[in-house]
């Protein structure tokens, strides 16, 4: 048979008493605790009071002991002691998992091989950090100084002015005599020859090493059409307000890529109310220019033209001299790639070949579009470009048929999300490197078509205008670096370049990277040459270039944050002690560990090593006991006297003592009678109606809700984690239940009261 029924209580206290009225106060006085306001007698010697463990009991199987293994029960250690991995990781020690079980809260899991942020710091040595190069101004000049590197010169544009200095010297002394008088805009080369381009001035030459230059790219000159005739049409009509009969002079001229004329081509036809049919001999022109008299009324590559009169035209002059071949070609932007060298004024691109001419390529059909960067690969040529928010990267593929001598239009290679633009791309060994308004992104799987994957963007470096590689690194333009954390906002702003690695990636097409070399002042980074494995990069500020080299010092100081620890809980926590390791420090060399506090704003100076010599602290660092749910270490380096050396550090932990919430659990064992005598001189007898309230005890159970604890005169809230009944009598009189011992077992959820607290 079934048990069913709904449970209430119809009593605020449980007992009744044996004579007499209920107390006012029956807790503590009479009865010494209460589960929700219902009075107990406690069996004294079997209820426990015990705070509840808070660490499991660790085991590690591993074959080696590591930190794993070492008590939980203490102090519990955070340590890292590589860093090659590079930046962009706030979390020093997230919980260590499978990726997909943090993707959906964002949360991916650490690796203890990166770091948050740093400056003046190189990551990129296993097992440790150090200094970076130091870099002062070399050159300042007008804006738009452009760098290229041939054999081992450096060459520098400064405005209309080229000058160029050896990579062991670098003093630009020596200038490059052009015809130029406009600013050179673009610059290139291939090894053993630098081509800049100075727009209406055209593209000039210079060998490596020399002070001279020649026009290097000067349109093809066109021979003008040849064969004109003009004659009535057999039948037709014509619009007489535009070809009235008489004698009309037509005049027709070829035209080159680039809107260059020939000398026209003159003939007179009198018209007799029939359309006039014009034909010429068929030329390699681009287009010919049809006037009639003083008006343009056909422009085409079809060497005939019908005039009916329907053509209005325009209003122009037709030439009369030939300005083909003579003009030079106004390149703003050019670029040597696979054998190739590359030119643009914007919207087309030609070839300039070796002898000055100019072999047409292709002519955007958007006119405000404008090509500024490319480079090869091993099967095409990248060329790119913007119109406003929309960017079009291309592949170049030489002609089979003509081996290699001439260059197709581009085909589609890859496309960036609208609204992001491209400003420079580069090649290295199977990678593709693209700075765009948004930041570096890497581009892979290039095919035999030039075709590729574009991934994920990195976007703490804002806007990259320029990339350049370096064995398995790619150097990007790292503009205005301010990493001014709320705890730190007196660092300075700096010009400068970033570094990825390319052989190692922290996710799917994203690889490692970091800030690298800084200029002293603010900036936007426009350009990166790498000779012999040193950078050298220009910034520009308030409309002055300048070009940084590097000066043969480290960096006066440098910085690194691992990144924020919280020993994988969101408990609170108490900092106990820093230790940390390095190579012998260098006399005047000074290695500082500060934390920064869950507030994010108020940074604590834990110590600081300056004992020349020394590869570690004679004592860890006391960490000051300061409580948080987590911490951010900040580390400095600070260089030797002379500066010509800093400190190698390798490696750092911090423990702390985790502080969660403590718990109790309370076994309360109760007296379970039908009759019970209250404490005191003035006991009374009181009735426990057992099965009602044993119901009631177990309806809390089952629900678990928070339940009020009354302890004598402390109370509690806690919840019933299992109710226990130890029988001794087999039924009470009235054979209504089992009578004995009911234990609780109650988890409290408040904290006891503060001493003294309670009068």
């Not at 919980?95 to 990551?123: C, N």
Request: net charge negative; charged share 15%; hydrophobic share 40%.
């Amino acid at each position: 048979m079934g048990f069913s029924r709904t449970f209430h209580v119809p009593f605020h206290h449980p007992w009744w008493w044996g004579s007499g009225g209920p107390a006012a106060d029956i807790v503590p006085w009479q009865l010494p605790c209460a589960i929700n306001d219902h009075a107990y007698m406690m069996d004294f010697a079997k209820t426990r009071f015990t705070t509840m463990q808070i660490r499991r009991v660790s085991a590690d199987d591993s074959v080696e002991p590591g930190e794993q293994t070492l008590s939980a029960a203490g102090v519990w250690p955070r340590a890292q002691d590589n860093y090659f991995l590079g930046a962009g990781q706030e979390f020093l020690d997230n919980r260590f998992a499978f990726e997909s079980v943090y993707v959906h809260s964002g949360e991916y899991p650490s690796v203890r091989t990166r770091f948050w942020k740093s400056q003046g710091i190189d990551p990129w040595k296993e097992g440790k950090f150090s200094l970076l190069p130091e870099y002062n101004a070399n050159l300042a000049g007008l804006p738009g100084m452009k760098i290229v590197m041939c054999g081992n010169y450096v060459y520098v544009s400064l405005g209309a002015t080229l000058t160029w200095a050896t990579t062991a010297e670098l003093d630009f002394a020596n200038y490059v005599t052009s015809a130029n008088t406009q600013p050179i805009t673009s610059i290139t080369s291939d090894g053993s020859r630098v081509w800049f381009a100075c727009g209406s001035d055209g593209v000039f030459a210079t060998e490596a090493g020399t002070t001279t230059s020649v026009a290097a790219a000067t349109p093809a000159a066109l021979n003008g059409i040849g064969g004109l005739l003009a004659y009535s049409a057999g039948a037709g009509t014509v619009i007489p307000a535009n070809l009235p009969n008489g004698p009309v002079t037509y005049h027709v001229s070829e035209v080159d890529p680039f809107g260059n004329e020939t000398a026209a081509v003159s003939v007179t036809v009198v018209v007799a109310s029939l359309p006039i049919n014009l034909n010429w001999n068929p030329d390699t022109a681009a287009n010919f220019n049809v006037y009639r008299g003083g008006n343009l009324v056909y422009t085409g590559d079809v060497p005939s033209f019908v005039d009916d009169g329907t053509v209005v035209g325009t209003a122009k002059g037709y030439p009369t001299a030939n300005d083909t071949g003579s003009t030079p070609y106004p390149a703003t932007y050019i670029q040597y790639a696979k054998g190739h060298l590359i030119g643009s004024t914007g919207p087309d691109l030609v070839e300039i070949l070796a002898s000055g001419a100019i072999s047409f390529i292709y002519q955007s059909e958007n006119p405000s579009f404008v090509f500024n960067c490319g480079c090869e690969l091993p099967s095409a040529i990248i060329v790119a470009g913007n119109s406003n928010s929309l960017a079009f990267i291309g592949a170049l593929q030489p002609d089979t048929t003509n081996v290699g001598a001439t260059l197709a239009p581009p085909t589609w290679a890859s496309s960036l999300p609208y609204g992001e633009t491209i400003n420079a791309i580069a090649y290295n060994a199977g990678s593709i490197l693209l700075g765009t308004s948004l930041g570096v992104r890497t581009g892979t799987d290039a095919n035999s078509n030039g075709v590729f994957n574009i991934n994920p963007v990195i976007e703490d470096p804002g806007p990259v205008l320029c990339v350049q590689p370096w064995a398995q690194y790619m150097y990007f333009g790292w503009s205005n670096y301010a990493p001014a954390e709320p705890w730190a906002l007196d660092r300075p702003t700096k010009g400068g370049l970033g570094r990825a690695d390319l052989s190692q990636y922290t996710t799917a097409g994203v690889p490692a990277y970091a800030s690298d070399v800084m200029g002293l002042e603010r900036g936007i980074t426009t350009q990166v040459v790498v000779a012999n494995g040193v950078p050298y990069f220009v910034t520009e500020e308030s409309g002055v270039s300048t070009l940084w080299t590097p000066d043969g010092n480290v960096v006066t100081s440098g910085w690194i944050e691992p990144g924020w620890i919280r020993y994988g809980t969101l408990e609170n926590k108490i900092t106990v002690e820093v230790d940390f390791q390095h190579k012998p420090l260098p006399v005047g060399a000074s290695v500082q560990y500060q934390i920064v506090g869950e507030d994010e704003q108020t940074v604590h100076d834990i110590g600081i090593n300056t004992s020349a010599g020394s590869t570690t602290l004679v004592d860890p660092l006391d960490a000051g006991l300061r409580v948080g749910d987590r911490f951010m270490p900040i580390i400095t380096l600070v260089a030797s006297d002379d500066g010509t050396q800093g400190p190698t550090f390798l490696s750092h932990v911090t423990k702390a003592m985790v502080t969660t919430k403590r718990q109790d659990e309370i076994l309360l064992a109760l007296v379970w009678a039908e009759k019970v005598r209250t404490l005191g001189a003035s006991a009374k007898t009181l009735n426990l109606d057992c099965l009602n309230e044993l119901l009631y005890l177990k309806h809390l159970e089952k629900t678990g809700q928070v339940i009020k604890l009354t302890l004598g005169r402390v109370e509690l809230r806690g919840y019933i984690d299992q109710v226990m009944q130890e029988p001794t009598d087999e039924v009470t009189a009235q054979r209504a239940w089992f009578m004995g011992t009911v234990t609780v077992k109650i988890i409290t959820l408040s904290d006891y009261p503060d001493p003294f607290s309670i009068v």
